[in-house]
C-alpha cells in the first residue's frame, strides 16, 4: 500500500497493465536513491504537483486530487500559484495527451469535471474581505469551450478584490455586449481567447462591446490564442493580457 501511495501520488513512475502497476527498476532505483539524500532542516523536498494531480486526474481519483491540492496549500502554495503552476499545467497535459490520440474524450472530460468541482472547493478559502475594487466582465467568445480557464481567471480576480461577472465560454458577440450594460461600477472587460481560430469571432465581440461600453472602462484581450500585444490591438483590444498575473498586475495599475 505504501508502494501504491507513491504510484497514485506521482512520485514513483508507473505503468498500469491489465489491471496491475508495473514500475521499472530503472525507476526504483532513482527513487530510492532520491529518498536516500538528506534534506536540509527546514526545507521541503521538492514535489511535482502538477504531474501527481494529473495521475489522479487520469484514474477518476477525485478525493485524492483533492487532499493533494491541500497538501500543496500547505507546503506553501497561494492560491496563484496552485491555479497556475499545478492546475494548469496538468489540464494542458491532460489535453495533449487527448489530441495525440492517447486519452478517450470520457478521460478528459472526467478530468475537467472533477477540477471544476475542486476549483469551486478551493476558491471559497480566498474569499476577498474588504471594500470591492469595482466589477470586471469576462467571457469567452463564440467558438471557445475552455471555461475552466475562464474560471481560473475569474477566481484570481476575486481573490484581488474585484467583483466578477463571469458569463462563460462560447458566447455571441451580442450577447457578450448585453452582459457588459448597466454594470455597477464596471471597471473593464476581459475576452479570453484560448484558441486562435477564435480570433474573428474575439474582433466581433470588441465590436460590440465599442458601441456599448461607457468611456474609460477598457478592453483587455488575453489568453493562448493571442500571440502578442500587436495582434490584440489588430482585434480592436485596449490592452493585452499575456497571463493571469499580467491582467492582475495591468487591472492593479
Not at 500547505?74 to 497535459?93: C, E
Request: charged share 25%; hydrophobic share 45%; glycine share 10%.
Amino acid at each position: 500500500m505504501t508502494v501504491y501511495r507513491y504510484v497514485r501520488l506521482g512520485q514513483l513512475p508507473a505503468e498500469r497493465r491489465d489491471g496491475t502497476w508495473h514500475v521499472l527498476v530503472s525507476d526504483l532505483d532513482r527513487f530510492i536513491e532520491a529518498k536516500k539524500k538528506p534534506v536540509k532542516r527546514g526545507a521541503r523536498p521538492a514535489a511535482d504537483w502538477a504531474a501527481r494531480l494529473e495521475q489522479c486526474l487520469l484514474e477518476g481519483d477525485e478525493a485524492g486530487a483533492a487532499k493533494l491540492l491541500d497538501d500543496a496549500l500547505a507546503s506553501g502554495h497561494d492560491l496563484f500559484s496552485l491555479y497556475l503552476d499545478v492546475v494548469s499545467p496538468s489540464m494542458v497535459s491532460i489535453g495533449e495527451r487527448w489530441a495525440r490520440g492517447k486519452l478517450h474524450i470520457h478521460e478528459e472530460h472526467r478530468a475537467s469535471v472533477i477540477v471544476g468541482r475542486l476549483l469551486a472547493r478551493v476558491s471559497t478559502r480566498f474569499a476577498h474581505r474588504g471594500p470591492s475594487r469595482g466589477t470586471v466582465v469576462i467571457g469567452g467568445p463564440s467558438g471557445e469551450h475552455h471555461g475552466l480557464a475562464i474560471t481560473m481567471v475569474a477566481d484570481l480576480l476575486r481573490s484581488k478584490g474585484w467583483n466578477v461577472s463571469d458569463i462563460g465560454t462560447n458566447v455571441p458577440a451580442a450577447s457578450f455586449a448585453t452582459a457588459a450594460v448597466g454594470v455597477d461600477r464596471l471597471k473593464a472587460v476581459c475576452v479570453g481567447v484560448t484558441l486562435s481560430d477564435s480570433l474573428p469571432a474575439a474582433g466581433e465581440v470588441i465590436r460590440e462591446l465599442r458601441k456599448v461600453l461607457p468611456e474609460g472602462v477598457a478592453v483587455y484581450l488575453g489568453g493562448a490564442g493571442v500571440e502578442s500585444e500587436e495582434a490584440a490591438k489588430r482585434l480592436g483590444a485596449d490592452v493585452w493580457a499575456p497571463d493571469p498575473r499580467a491582467l492582475i498586475a495591468l487591472l492593479s495599475a
